[in-house]
């Protein structure tokens, strides 16, 4: 499966943005799916997951009450509501998608198939 993450920009500090992640190759419903960040200088970080049916939902503690995973497997694609974005959110975005990760799995950085990135730039 390829994945493509759009939909970053620069924002100011409590602003918003939209990252979206198509997909292509194959049907997203058979994969859970989640966004992941990195930041300069920083290791990549989880951020949020979502099951194959987008029912269940899993958030880092530093997103939680933001942001908002979300998921049309009719349009192949997934998304991330950000709101109220703080500096500290500044980083390149990826999505990945795996088919024997659950979202009661909990964080990982460990996901078969990954998009490139976009970059979402928050200044204060």
């Known amino acids: 499966v390829q994945l493509q993450a759009s939909g970053g920009g620069l924002v100011q500090a409590g602003g918003s943005l939209r990252l979206s992640c198509a997909a292509s190759?194959?049907?997203?419903?058979?994969?859970?799916m989640g966004w992941f960040r990195q930041a300069p200088g920083k290791e990549r970080e989880f951020v949020a997951s979502?099951?194959?049916?987008?029912?269940?939902?899993y958030y880092a503690d530093s997103v939680k009450g933001r942001f908002t995973i979300s998921r049309d497997n009719a349009k192949n694609t997934m998304y991330l509501q950000m709101n109220s974005l703080k500096p500290e959110d500044t980083a390149v975005y990826y999505c990945?998608?795996?088919?024997?990760?659950?979202?009661?799995?909990?964080?990982?950085?460990?996901?078969?198939?990954w998009g490139k990135g976009t970059q979402v730039t928050v200044s204060s």
């Open positions: 990945a998608a795996d088919q024997n990760y659950h979202v009661s799995y909990g964080p990982t950085n460990v996901m078969a198939y």
């Open positions: 190759g194959r049907t997203l419903s058979d994969y859970g």
């Open positions: 979502i099951s194959e049916s987008g029912t269940s939902t």
